[in-house]
C-alpha cells in the first residue's frame, strides 16, 4: 500500500536523526555505580534474562500493551533500546547488584518518536520486586540526565492502576503533572525538572 504522508514522516525522522547523528561519534553507555547496583550498557548476553522477564504476565502487565513478548519480539526489543543511545545518546542500562553481579532489571531515559516527553522508566526482575532497585537505578538515570545531558525535564508515563510505579516515582521526587492517553491507553504522567531535583 502505498502511504506518501506516512513515507514523507519517516523521511523527515531519519533526516532529524541524521542531522542530530551527523557530528557525533557513536555513543558509549557509561556506567554508573549507585550503593547497590552497577548500570551499565545492554548486551547480546542479556537476552535470555530480559527475555524470561518479558515472557511473564505479571511483569507485562502494566507494561505497553500489556501483552508478553516471544523471544523473537524480546531480542528486537532489546535491539531497540540498545540503539536507542546511538538515536538520542541517552537510554537504558542494563541494572546488575553489586554483591551478586546478576541482571536484576533496566532501567533509564527512553523517548521514542511521539512520546510525551524524555520518560525515566524502569522493569525489575520479579524475584527482586520491594528491595528498592527501580528507584535506587531510577533516581542514578535522572541525576545522570540532569547532570551529563543538561535536560530540563524528566518524566514517568504510568498507567493508573500500577500503584508499585506511582510510588516509585513520588520516592525520586517526581510529582502527578497529569491524565494523559498513549495510543488507546490511558496512562498518568509524573515528572520533576531539572530544578526540582536539585532542591
Known amino acids: 500500500m502505498n502511504d506518501p504522508a506516512g513515507e514523507?514522516?519517516?523521511r523527515k525522522i531519519a533526516e532529524s536523526v541524521d542531522q542530530r547523528l551527523?557530528?557525533?561519534?557513536?555513543?558509549?553507555?557509561?556506567v554508573i555505580e549507585t550503593k547497590r547496583l552497577v548500570l551499565r550498557g545492554?548486551?547480546?548476553?542479556?537476552?535470555?534474562t530480559y527475555a524470561g522477564w518479558v515472557a511473564n504476565p505479571t511483569v507485562m502487565k502494566y507494561i505497553g500493551q500489556g501483552k508478553t513478548l516471544s523471544a523473537d519480539e524480546a531480542?528486537?526489543?532489546?535491539?531497540?533500546?540498545?540503539?536507542h543511545w546511538q538515536l538520542r545518546g541517552y537510554g537504558q542500562w542494563?541494572?546488575?547488584e553489586k554483591s551478586t553481579g546478576r541482571m536484576v532489571g533496566r532501567a533509564g531515559l527512553h523517548h521514542p518518536h511521539g512520546w510525551p516527553g524524555i520518560e525515566v522508566g524502569w522493569l525489575v526482575d520479579p524475584d527482586c520486586w520491594g528491595r528498592g532497585f527501580a528507584a535506587e537505578a531510577g533516581h542514578a538515570a535522572i541525576?545522570?540526565?540532569?547532570?551529563?545531558?543538561?535536560?530540563?525535564?524528566?518524566?514517568s508515563v504510568i498507567k493508573p492502576e500500577n500503584v508499585a510505579s506511582i510510588r516509585v516515582a513520588e520516592k525520586i521526587?517526581?510529582?502527578f503533572?497529569?491524565?494523559?492517553?498513549?495510543?488507546?491507553?490511558?496512562?498518568?504522567?509524573?515528572?520533576i525538572s531539572r530544578e526540582e531535583f536539585s532542591e
Open 42 to 48: 545492554l548486551r547480546a548476553s542479556d537476552a535470555a
Open 143 to 155: 541525576d545522570w540526565g540532569f547532570s551529563e545531558r543538561n535536560l530540563e525535564s524528566i518524566i
Open 22 to 30: 551527523k557530528d557525533r561519534a557513536p555513543v558509549v553507555v557509561p
Open 177 to 191: 503533572l497529569r491524565n494523559d492517553q498513549i495510543g488507546d491507553i490511558p496512562v498518568v504522567i509524573y515528572g
Open 94 to 96: 542494563a541494572v546488575e
Open 75 to 83: 531480542w528486537r526489543k532489546l535491539a531497540f533500546l540498545v540503539g
Open 173 to 175: 521526587g517526581e510529582r
Open 8 to 10: 514523507k514522516l519517516i
